[in-house]
Each structure stands twice: as C-alpha cells, then as structure tokens.
C-alpha cells in the first residue's frame, strides 16, 4: 500500500486521557496507516524517554515522568524491565493494539531514538563516549520488544516504525558531543533492530543534516514542511529513486490552523515544486509519500487534535484528486 499514492497517517502524541478514543480517533481518521498514540496526558510516563528508558538500571523514571539518571549505575544490559510494557507508560500502545488484534493493514509505531536518549544521559552527567553506545544499546532492546509485542496482536500488518529523533537538530549547529559516523551506525543498528520486514523511518521536528539522516538507511524520512527540506533536492532525489518515502508533515502544530485544506496542500505542492527543480521526479514526490501533522500533538486539545487529523486525512484525499 506504502508507494503507491499518498497516505495519511500522525507522528505518535495525543492529548487523549482516555486511550480508548484515541484509538477510535486514529483507526476512524488515519484507516490507511493508524499511528500508535502515545498518551503523555494520561500518564506523564507516556513520554517519549520515560517510555524507552523505563526498566533501565540506574535511570528511574518517576511518576512525573522525569528521568532520574544515576550516571555511575546506568548499565544497559538486557533486563527484564526492557522486555516489559508497564502500563503507566504503555498505555496508548496496549489499547491500540488490543484493537488492532488481527489486523491485516499497516499499522504505525514509534520510539524515542538513541540521539535523543544519548544527549538526556550527557545531560545529566555520563560522558558522550559512554553515552551513545549505551543509548543505542537501550533503544536497539526496545525496539525488538515492541516488534514482537505488535507481531503477537497482528502477526499479518506491515509495520513502519519510526524513530522520533528530536535530538538529531543538533547536526545543525557547529559542535556536537557526537561523531558523525558513530551517530549513522547506531541509528542503522536501531533501525535493523525492528527486524527486516518492518517499515522504518526516523523523524526529526527540526532542521538537521538530511545526509545523514538518510545515510543511516531508512525506509522513511520524516520532518515538517518549513524547515529547509525544499533546498534538500540533492538528498531526497536519490532517496526516492532508491525506493524510499518522504513522511511530510504537511499541518502545523505549533500555531491554529482553520479548516480549509487548500491552503495547506497548496504549501506542500510549492515544496514539491522547489523540489522538482532541484532534480527530484514529480511522480516520486507524489506517490511516495506519507502525510502526517508537523509533529506530535500532546500539548493540543482532544478537539484541536482531531481537527488536525482531519486536515491531514484530507490534503490526503485532495492529493488523490490531483492525481486522477
């Protein structure tokens, strides 16, 4: 289904107390691609690093959903804790995939990446040369359990697993705690880590260094519109002709937007345009390509949100449109 035309679907983060209807809101708005949500107003300890890091020896994750990280103790060897889904932090996933038991169209996850958790452990005190291979270490568990935890309600969806690297804006700035190349294998290593047949797609929610996020070998690469991925011809054009997707986050999160789609696929298709003249096929730029909201929305109201997933189900429809 992935390739074949746009298809809408969300980065993950609802403001949902009840993960009931943020399942019911998903599978009714995004019947394509439904995005796990993750439900930090529920539980504080549904955000992104509590939810990966959550079992780890020498991390403590409070009820605020704050890291406690003890840089002497953090060891992240496998514990049972890494295989485990408390429900504190779990619980959007669980009841999506409760829901979702059986079935046989795509389904989507997402996990904090290893950048992200790296930079929280540099942060609070362990070295950037210990940090990233334990990082990388956590995440790389995590995204195995969660492989097998989706297998076992719905053995038969494709999967696309996205890893949510807020982290990885720091490749846009002058100095970084991270080399490069220790940067790409450790994002491959996550990536494989959800297992070959899976779908998998790194988000970052501002501008990076596309290079190498792409060179980490993603199925997918996902930001919002207006952060410089126009002038990103070089990168994306042969992304695409290798089979890959662009995940465009084509509705704004971080101000109102009203109801009309037009103006919002309008933007998306001068991008296309800016990209077309950069070398990119115009065919490509359409048919693989995903449509989700700029970013994840646990700060929106349950009514905002929606709005937005409307809006991002429709630039979808009016893309189809176009195409017909």
């Known amino acids: 289904m992935l390739g074949h035309g746009a298809v809408a679907s969300a980065i993950g983060s609802l ?12 599978l009714e ?26 079992g780890v020896a020498g991390i403590h994750v ?3 959903g704050e890291l406690h990280i003890d840089p002497a103790s953090v060891d992240p060897s496998p514990t049972t804790g890494s295989r485990e889904f408390d429900e504190r932090c779990w619980g959007g996933l669980t009841t999506f995939l409760d829901a979702a038991t059986g079935r046989s169209a795509p ?8 950048v992200t958790l790296a930079l929280a452990l ?10 990233l ?24 969806a494709p999967v696309v697993a996205f890893l949510d690297e807020p982290g990885l804006t720091i490749f846009s700035r002058a100095e970084t705690p991270f080399d490069p190349n220790d940067v790409v294998e450790v994002l491959s290593a996550a990536l494989a880590s959800f297992g070959a047949q899976t779908v998998t797609g790194i988000h970052c929610c501002g501008p990076t260094d596309w290079r190498l996020v792409a060179a980490t070998g993603p199925d997918v690469i996902s930001a919002p519109l207006g952060i410089g991925l126009e002038d990103e011809g070089a990168v994306l054009s042969p992304f695409l002709e290798d089979g ?10 971080d101000r109102p937007v009203g109801d009309d789609t037009g103006w919002l696929c309008r933007q998306l298709v001068a991008t296309w345009r800016a990209l077309r003249a950069e070398g990119c096929d115009p065919e490509l730029l359409r048919t693989r390509a995903l449509i989700t909201p700029a970013c994840g929305m646990a700060g929106h109201g349950v009514s905002q949100a929606e709005r937005v ?9 009016r893309i189809h449109e176009l195409a017909a």
């Open 15 to 26: 403001p949902h107390v009840d993960p009931a209807a943020a399942t019911d809101l998903v």
């Open 29 to 54: 708005l995004l019947p394509d691609l439904p995005a796990a949500p993750q439900l930090p107003q529920r539980s504080p300890c549904e955000g992104m690093l509590a939810q990966v890091a959550f």
């Open 62 to 64: 409070d009820d605020d």
């Open 107 to 114: 389904i989507k996850v997402q996990l904090a990446g290893p």
């Open 122 to 131: 540099v942060h609070a005190g362990v070295t950037p040369s210990a940090a």
């Open 133 to 156: 291979p334990a990082a990388a270490l956590i995440v790389e568990q995590r995204a195995g359990a969660l492989r097998n935890r989706v297998a076992h309600h719905a053995p038969d």
């Open 244 to 253: 890959g997707l662009v995940a465009w986050g084509a509705v704004p999160t």
């Open 309 to 317: 997933l409307r809006l991002t189900s429709g630039i979808t429809e």
